[in-house]
């Protein structure tokens, strides 16, 4: 028995609102190949009178938090949402699964969902000489979990850092001080300990004065920008910074990238907030780089599946995964590099390369590694 | 001989809406002992004829000629009661009303201070009653003749009734030809009807009508007066003219929305995907679809409409019929094509709809219930990706035509002549009609009426009807041939008048002109509304407005500052203030 208060549960979350159209379910990319139907989660949640069972409702820890669900609705309900608060009801019972637990915890005790220890975050800046931030230094640079620890992200930290340097930006980072943004926490549904997160944050973020911040994750820079309280500060995602930067003139390119690239566009960019021109005003300002689209880009793009926990679990129905679909989709534009901007993405994407065998054909890259090449 | 008020204070109980929280015993004994006050009575509805008898047989018993009425708001019953007392004898304008309902009773609760309220409002209309003087109310000549914006198929029709009744008529199209929306159409339904059939002997009609000016790529910039003497400027390319009117219709319709707006059906992306205009134009040239005809055709309903994500959350009534037609057509046309429709609710409520969607089914058309979510390219042909709810699965379903079956939306110029008559316009954007259900056909602004989807979505029949009954609403004023002007204007005492012309500057009425020779001021009574704007402008006090005299306003604001307790003022204070916004 897993009982939610059902009616308090719909008018909380518009769920009266719901005319069945099934346009949540009809994009969901989860839907297809999982019994997760947010359409008829939300209608039995109506019809269930005060009390609804959760039990054996696994499909929930499907959902990849796309945001295609929301975004689409013609009646402003917010079926990803109600997805995260009903996950609630699993974590308040502690009833998740081992990864997730793990990465709970870790986040609690050393400030990453990863289980690293914090001293080790600051490693792959060692010999990069990046100031630690204080007061008049112009950005922080919010590094993120994965791009701290995860060997191949930091890559796209190393290349990022050597752009921004490069375009004299003023910028510094918090080093062993920066904890967890809890984008992954808050959408794991553990409400209390992102709360907690946040307030540790936004504490951290006053005291040292941050005015304007730009992150490598498009999840940490969802996080601060739409699940913090407002607290004035300008974040940024890096390809907006550097779209700016090239605009400016502040960066210039020297080399050139004689390749055809396709963009995916990650959700937490695009589909959760709009951000889809800037990612392209980068790769397209590389010389010798031809841009080429899938048929599912910008609003239509296809979910990586690394969002919304996902990168700790593998879900109902692990033998498709969504990035393997990209991938072939990647293929059949003939492009020699899919290039993304998130940390997810790229450990995703890149593993369903290996996946396909076609390592040979196509290689994935981060925006940042591309620019990288060619200053 | 000097005049010497004799006022009657009538104090109704509005059944226990006022008499629930006002002491009415006090406040009658109150009343009764103002300056001037011959008789004070209460009642339980001063508006029912028992009430208004009261008043009247006061008037000639007692040699009334001042009256005040303490009731509701002068919105609800001023009218009621100066009807009451010019029957008796009394100009109208020696009436007086103290509102103490909306103004008390109904936002206070019941306390001595809500009474004492009460009391204060009343002595203020007492005091200015003493003042009041008797005015003449005026009937002014209505220019036999309408203005029609708009040549869409409602602003033919309601121009054709009113030329038709014997009046002039001028309709002004902004674009090259008449017809609007509707002679983009191919079939009409639920007849299947071709549109042009029903279109072109109204337009020949028109075309033809001795007392109907058509005047084409014309738009309207300004517009003067109210109803009864309305006068138009007209631009017509380079060509400034001027039109009157008795009344004017609106007939501005709508346009249609978007598609490239929902990004994730790819309109202007993928050439397989139309709209439900682009088939009217397809229907003409036998629906081919790159140099073949379609086989598998998917409709989409509700498509810019019931959505609040765009800001359009009604229904645009016409989309369910337009696609069932449209998908009735390719059946007949293509026997060998499937045609799916994608839909969320069908709505066929007009008389012979539902009919119609049963014989659109049983031609063979598909009707899969789901809100399609995206559409995907595979190859030549294009996947609608939706959930069938019914089946609650997610299918893919394959097409080489889609069409998107747009709704409507106001037009973007609508502000622009909404501020043009000062007309309201409702949360979608369309234009208000004075009343959802009682005033159809009206507006806020008097003389001034709507016809067709400049109101809201509607189709052709609806259209029709609407226009029908704004051209016999616009010809009322027409047939009587004479509107009353409000008595209670502004005048200009000249040797005050230094002709500056700022209160010119603030009468949006355009009342006020210099006179060429006098170099003072004067008031167009006619135009002038009397909202006082002028006379709060001049800095040389020398406009007033009659009925709201410098004298009668101080005789008001002097009672309800000196006049009472202040301590209950006080705390009346709060709610006092909230009223004011």
């Given at each position: 028995?897993?009982?939610?208060?059902?009616?308090?549960?719909?008018?909380?979350?518009n769920?009266?609102?719901?005319?069945?159209c099934g346009?949540?379910?009809?994009?969901?990319?989860?839907?297809?190949?999982?019994?997760?139907?947010p359409?008829?989660l939300?209608?039995?949640?109506?019809v269930a009178?005060?009390?609804?069972d959760?039990e054996?409702?696994?499909e929930?820890?499907?959902?990849?938090?796309c945001?295609?669900?929301?975004?689409?609705?013609?009646?402003?309900?917010?079926?990803?949402?109600?997805v995260?608060?009903?996950?609630?009801?699993?974590?308040?019972?502690?009833?998740?699964?081992?990864?997730v637990?793990?990465?709970?915890?870790s986040?609690?005790r050393?400030g990453?969902?990863?289980?690293?220890p914090?001293?080790?975050?600051?490693?792959?800046?060692?010999?990069?000489?990046?100031?630690?931030?204080g007061?008049?230094?112009?950005?922080?640079?919010?590094?993120?979990c994965?791009?701290?620890?995860?060997?191949?992200?930091?890559?796209?930290?190393?290349?990022?850092?050597?752009?921004?340097q490069?375009?004299n930006?003023?910028?510094?980072?918090?080093?062993?001080?920066?904890?967890?943004?809890?984008s992954?926490?808050?959408?794991?549904?553990?409400?209390?300990?992102?709360?907690m997160?946040?307030?540790?944050n936004?504490?951290?973020?006053?005291?040292?004065s941050v005015d304007?911040?730009?992150?490598?994750?498009?999840?940490?820079?969802?996080?601060?920008?739409?699940?913090?309280?407002?607290?004035?500060?300008?974040?940024?995602?890096?390809?907006?910074l550097?779209?700016?930067?090239?605009?400016?003139?502040?960066?210039?390119?020297?080399?050139?990238?004689?390749?055809?690239v396709?963009?995916?566009?990650?959700?937490?960019?695009?589909?959760?907030?709009?951000?889809y021109?800037e990612?392209?005003?980068?790769?397209?300002?590389i010389?010798?780089?031809?841009?080429v689209?899938?048929?599912?880009?910008?609003e239509?793009?296809?979910?990586?599946?690394?969002?919304?926990?996902?990168?700790?679990?593998?879900?109902s129905?692990?033998?498709?995964?969504?990035?393997?679909?990209?991938?072939?989709?990647?293929?059949?534009?003939?492009a020699?590099v899919?290039a993304?901007?998130?940390?997810?993405?790229?450990?995703t994407?890149?593993?369903?390369?290996?996946?396909?065998?076609?390592e040979d054909?196509?290689?994935v890259m981060?925006?940042?590694?591309?620019?990288?090449?060619?200053? | 001989?000097?005049?010497?008020?004799?006022?009657?204070?009538?104090?109704?109980?509005?059944?226990?809406?006022?008499?629930?929280s006002?002491?009415?015993?006090?406040?009658?004994?109150?009343a009764?002992?103002?300056?001037?006050?011959?008789?004070a009575?209460?009642?339980?509805y001063?508006c029912?004829?028992?009430?208004?008898?009261?008043?009247?047989?006061d008037i000639?018993?007692l040699?009334?000629?001042?009256?005040?009425?303490?009731?509701?708001?002068?919105?609800?019953?001023?009218?009621t009661f100066?009807?009451a007392?010019?029957s008796?004898?009394?100009?109208?304008?020696?009436?007086?009303?103290?509102?103490?309902?909306?103004?008390?009773?109904?936002?206070?609760p019941?306390?001595e201070a809500?009474t004492?309220?009460?009391?204060?409002l009343?002595?203020?209309?007492v005091?200015?009653?003493?003042h009041?003087q008797?005015?003449?109310?005026?009937?002014v000549e209505?220019?036999p003749?309408?203005?029609?914006i708009?040549?869409?198929?409602?602003?033919?029709?309601?121009?054709?009734?009113?030329?038709?009744a014997?009046f002039?008529?001028?309709?002004?199209?902004?674009?090259?030809?008449?017809?609007?929306h509707?002679a983009?159409?191919?079939?009409?339904?639920?007849?299947?009807?071709p549109?042009?059939?029903?279109?072109?002997?109204?337009?020949?009609?028109v075309?033809?009508?001795?007392?109907?000016?058509?005047?084409?790529?014309?738009?309207?910039?300004?517009?003067?007066?109210?109803?009864?003497?309305?006068?138009?400027?007209?631009?017509?390319?380079?060509e400034?003219?001027?039109v009157?009117?008795?009344?004017?219709?609106?007939?501005?319709?709508?346009e249609?929305?978007?598609?490239?707006?929902?990004?994730e059906?790819?309109?202007?992306?993928?050439?397989?995907?139309?709209?439900?205009?682009?088939?009217?134009?397809?229907?003409?040239?036998?629906?081919?679809?790159?140099g073949?005809?379609?086989?598998?055709?998917?409709?989409i309903?509700?498509?810019?409409?019931?959505?609040?994500?765009?800001g359009?959350?009604?229904?645009?009534?016409?989309?369910?019929?337009?696609?069932a037609?449209?998908?009735?057509?390719?059946?007949?046309?293509l026997?060998?094509?499937?045609?799916?429709?994608?839909?969320m609710?069908?709505?066929?409520?007009?008389?012979g709809?539902e009919?119609f969607?049963?014989?659109?089914?049983?031609?063979?058309?598909?009707?899969r219930?789901?809100?399609?979510s995206?559409?995907l390219?595979?190859?030549?042909?294009?996947?609608v990706?939706a959930?069938?709810?019914l089946?609650?699965?997610?299918?893919e379903?394959?097409?080489?035509?889609?069409?998107?079956?747009?709704g409507?939306?106001?037009?973007?110029?609508?502000?622009?002549?909404?501020?043009?008559?000062?007309?309201?316009r409702?949360a979608?954007?369309?234009?208000?009609?004075?009343?959802?259900?009682l005033?159809?056909?009206?507006?806020?602004?008097?003389?001034?009426?709507?016809?067709?989807?400049?109101?809201?979505?509607?189709?052709?029949?609806?259209?029709?009807?609407q226009?029908?009954?704004?051209?016999?609403?616009?010809?009322?004023p027409?047939?009587?041939?004479?509107?009353?002007?409000?008595?209670?204007?502004a005048?200009?005492?000249?040797?005050l008048?230094?002709?500056c012309g700022?209160?010119?500057?603030?009468?949006?009425?355009?009342?006020?002109r210099?006179?060429?020779v006098?170099?003072?001021?004067?008031?167009?009574?006619v135009?002038?509304q009397?909202?006082?704007?002028?006379?709060?402008?001049?800095p040389?006090?020398?406009?007033?407005?009659?009925?709201?005299?410098f004298?009668?306003?101080?005789a008001?604001?002097e009672?309800?500052?000196?006049?009472?307790?202040?301590?209950r003022?006080?705390?009346l204070?709060?709610?006092?203030?909230?009223?004011?916004?």
């Amino acid at each position: 028995m897993l009982q939610i208060e059902s009616r308090q549960f719909a008018t909380t979350h518009n769920l009266f609102a719901c005319i069945q159209c099934g346009k949540c379910t009809g994009g969901c990319p989860m839907a297809v190949k999982t019994t997760l139907n947010p359409r008829n989660l939300i209608y039995r949640l109506l019809v269930a009178g005060n009390g609804y069972d959760l039990e054996g409702r696994e499909e929930l820890w499907d959902c990849t938090t796309c945001a295609t669900c929301s975004s689409r609705c013609p009646k402003l309900v917010n079926p990803m949402e109600a997805v995260i608060a009903l996950r609630g009801a699993f974590v308040e019972k502690g009833r998740v699964h081992p990864n997730v637990k793990t990465a709970l915890e870790s986040t609690f005790r050393h400030g990453n969902p990863l289980s690293m220890p914090r001293e080790e975050r600051v490693r792959w800046a060692s010999d990069l000489s990046i100031k630690p931030f204080g007061e008049g230094v112009e950005y922080l640079f919010f590094v993120g979990c994965t791009p701290s620890y995860d060997p191949r992200v930091q890559q796209v930290a190393r290349s990022l850092v050597k752009l921004v340097q490069h375009a004299n930006l003023d910028f510094g980072f918090l080093a062993e001080e920066e904890s967890c943004c809890g984008s992954e926490i808050r959408r794991l549904g553990e409400a209390g300990l992102f709360e907690m997160i946040v307030e540790e944050n936004q504490e951290m973020l006053k005291a040292m004065s941050v005015d304007k911040m730009f992150t490598t994750s498009p999840h940490c820079f969802n996080a601060f920008k739409n699940d913090y309280p407002q607290n004035g500060v300008q974040v940024e995602h890096y390809t907006q910074l550097l779209s700016r930067a090239l605009e400016n003139g502040w960066l210039k390119f020297s080399g050139r990238f004689e390749k055809t690239v396709t963009f995916h566009d990650p959700c937490y960019l695009g589909k959760h907030n709009g951000i889809y021109d800037e990612p392209r005003q980068v790769l397209t300002g590389i010389p010798g780089l031809k841009l080429v689209e899938m048929d599912r880009s910008r609003e239509k793009s296809l979910c990586c599946e690394g969002g919304g926990g996902r990168m700790w679990l593998e879900g109902s129905n692990p033998g498709t995964r969504l990035a393997r679909w990209r991938i072939q989709e990647a293929l059949d534009t003939g492009a020699q590099v899919l290039a993304t901007a998130c940390p997810f993405c790229l450990l995703t994407l890149e593993e369903a390369l290996k996946h396909q065998n076609a390592e040979d054909k196509l290689r994935v890259m981060d925006i940042a590694e591309i620019a990288d090449q060619v200053l | 001989m000097a005049f010497t008020p004799r006022i009657g204070v009538y104090i109704c109980h509005c059944g226990i809406n006022i008499s629930a929280s006002v002491d009415i015993e006090a406040v009658t004994a109150f009343a009764a002992s103002l300056p001037a006050v011959i008789i004070a009575r209460d009642y339980t509805y001063m508006c029912s004829d028992p009430g208004q008898a009261l008043i009247k047989e006061d008037i000639e018993q007692l040699k009334l000629n001042r009256v005040v009425v303490a009731s509701c708001s002068p919105r609800m019953h001023e009218p009621t009661f100066r009807a009451a007392v010019a029957s008796a004898g009394l100009n109208p304008y020696c009436f007086e009303m103290a509102n103490i309902r909306e103004q008390c009773s109904w936002v206070h609760p019941g306390s001595e201070a809500t009474t004492q309220k009460a009391m204060d409002l009343i002595a203020s209309a007492v005091a200015k009653a003493a003042h009041l003087q008797p005015l003449i109310t005026r009937q002014v000549e209505v220019s036999p003749s309408a203005l029609v914006i708009g040549g869409g198929i409602a602003g033919l029709q309601a121009a054709l009734d009113i030329a038709e009744a014997g009046f002039q008529v001028t309709l002004v199209e902004r674009a090259e030809q008449p017809g609007g929306h509707a002679a983009q159409l191919h079939t009409t339904f639920p007849y299947m009807q071709p549109a042009r059939e029903l279109l072109r002997p109204l337009m020949e009609r028109v075309d033809a009508h001795p007392r109907i000016e058509v005047m084409l790529s014309a738009e309207v910039e300004e517009i003067k007066g109210f109803v009864g003497n309305f006068e138009a400027s007209v631009r017509q390319s380079e060509e400034m003219r001027t039109v009157s009117a008795g009344s004017i219709v609106i007939a501005t319709g709508f346009e249609v929305f978007d598609a490239h707006i929902k990004k994730e059906f790819g309109y202007g992306l993928y050439p397989q995907v139309i709209t439900t205009l682009d088939f009217e134009l397809l229907s003409a040239q036998n629906l081919q679809v790159n140099g073949h005809s379609p086989r598998k055709v998917v409709f989409i309903q509700c498509v810019g409409s019931r959505d609040q994500s765009l800001g359009n959350p009604y229904c645009s009534r016409v989309c369910c019929m337009v696609a069932a037609r449209q998908a009735k057509w390719v059946r007949q046309r293509l026997p060998e094509a499937e045609v799916t429709i994608f839909y969320m609710d069908v709505r066929a409520f007009g008389k012979g709809f539902e009919e119609f969607y049963d014989q659109v089914r049983t031609c063979g058309v598909i009707y899969r219930r789901g809100n399609p979510s995206e559409i995907l390219r595979q190859g030549e042909h294009l996947l609608v990706r939706a959930e069938d709810t019914l089946l609650g699965e997610v299918v893919e379903v394959e097409a080489d035509l889609v069409v998107l079956a747009l709704g409507m939306v106001p037009r973007q110029d609508s502000a622009a002549l909404a501020s043009l008559l000062k007309l309201s316009r409702s949360a979608d954007g369309f234009f208000m009609e004075a009343h959802p259900k009682l005033r159809p056909v009206d507006t806020s602004v008097a003389g001034v009426f709507l016809a067709g989807c400049c109101q809201g979505p509607k189709d052709i029949a609806d259209s029709i009807s609407q226009a029908r009954g704004a051209a016999a609403a616009a010809m009322i004023p027409l047939l009587r041939g004479q509107v009353q002007v409000e008595a209670a204007t502004a005048y200009v005492e000249e040797e005050l008048c230094a002709g500056c012309g700022q209160c010119a500057q603030v009468c949006t009425y355009g009342a006020l002109r210099l006179h060429p020779v006098r170099n003072v001021m004067t008031v167009n009574q006619v135009l002038c509304q009397g909202c006082g704007a002028c006379a709060s402008a001049c800095p040389s006090g020398a406009v007033t407005v009659s009925h709201f005299t410098f004298t009668q306003t101080m005789a008001q604001l002097e009672v309800l500052l000196n006049g009472s307790n202040h301590q209950r003022k006080q705390e009346l204070l709060p709610t006092a203030s909230l009223m004011a916004k």
